[in-house]
Every structure is written in structure tokens, then in C-alpha cells.
């Protein structure tokens, strides 16, 4: 579905940035790492992604900083000549109820994962303009869309991100390019494995498919937004939570 196509993934290295990767891999797209901190979680993803006979590279970069978002475009460039598909998945938490949340804490989550999404979509907007098409795919959250206690940083964030996609598409969709938002709610992850059973058990009870979401679920619909059979969709929010929002 994705044969022959260069995405740029922030996040990369775990978790459903990860799961992403893998995904485009599968279907064909040659596939950049951008990641933080793990070098060898990249190395490890590199190896998996290169196994289905596509590319694989690895930058390193903090995507909260411009400048290090315009070396993973333009890096992106110098080696594949072209990028088609952007998915900014790269995100922090640093959770904390609003009367004790710090400043800091707020600036850090606003900054990677809302300015990150404004940055790297800068940085790589214009090329996709000049080549008359592309897909920029960000990854927000169900708590961008109802809040959650405790998360008054991230909520802000991701609700950010909402806003901006709607945005973007309408600026950009003339141009043969579509921006839309995944927005996940209750993904099994290292996060999830840690909660005690009755945490899990009201997570679970807000869930109507009493089921956590897999890493997978949110890839599958990245490929789908991804390939030429969404070339009609765009400023879209598709959750993906077993039903929790509806």
C-alpha cells in the first residue's frame, strides 16, 4: 500500500511510534527513525524495518527544537530525495494535578508535544507543496478531546494538536496534501502494565469493547491515512479508544 514511499516517523524508536514504523515497513515504505534518547532500541527497530527490504535510517534529535526538526527534514531529504508521509507521534507526560503542577512541566509537554508537531511540519511543509502532495498524520489522544484529571499539560497539548490539524488542512489542502489526527485512548503499553487490577478494571469499564487498544490498532489506521485510498480525507480526528468517546 505504501510501496516505494519515504515517512518520517517521530517517536520511533517505542511504543506506537514504533508499532508505526513496522507497519510502513510492512507495506513498503522506506521508513526514518527519529528518536530521543535509546540508541539501541533505534539500532534494534533499524534491523526489524530493513528486513522487509525497505530503508531504514536513524536521526537523532529533539523535535521540541527547531533546528533539530530541520535536520531530521532535511537529513530526510539528502538521503531519500523525497518525503511523503510525516507522522508526529513524539510525545511527553509529566502529570501532575493543576495546584502542584510546575511551570516547567507545563512548557516541557506543551513544547515536544505541540511545538514539536509545529516544528517538523514547518520544516518539512514546503517540500511537500513543491512536490504537489503528501500526508502529514499526527497523533493526538482522547484526552485532547475530554481532558483527564491530573493531565491539564497533556490535555492542553493534544487539544492543541486537534486544532492545529484542522487548521493546516484547510491551508494546505489545495495543494494535493492531507493532514489528519489519530487520537488513541487506552493503549496496552509499559504504562498500562504497571496500573494495579482495579485501576484496570475502571479503565476497562469506560471502554465499551472492554478491551485495551494494541499498538497495532493505531498503526493499522496510520498506513490506512497514509495511502492513496484516504486521498479524500483530511482535518479528520479518528479515534481509536474501543468506543470510550464517543
Known sequence: MLKGKNAVITGASR???REIALAFAKNGANVVINYRGNEELADSLAKEIEAYGVRAIKVKGDISKFEDAEKLINVTIEEFNSIDILVNNAGITKDGLFMRMKEEDFDSVINTNLKGTFNTSKAVISKMIKAKGGRIINISSVVGVIGNAGQANYAASKAGVIGFTKSLAKEVGSRGITVN?????????DMTEVLSDKVKET???SIPLKAFGK????????VFLASDMASYITGQVVHVDGGMVM
Do not use: H, R
Not at 489526527?181 to 503499553?189: C, N, Q, R, V
Not at 499498538?215 to 496510520?222: K, W
Open 15 to 17: 511504543g506506537i511510534g
Open 215 to 222: 499498538g497495532e490498532d493505531v498503526a493499522n489506521l496510520a
Open 203 to 205: 479503565m476497562l469499564n
Open 181 to 189: 489526527a489519530i487520537a488513541p485512548g487506552f493503549i496496552e503499553s
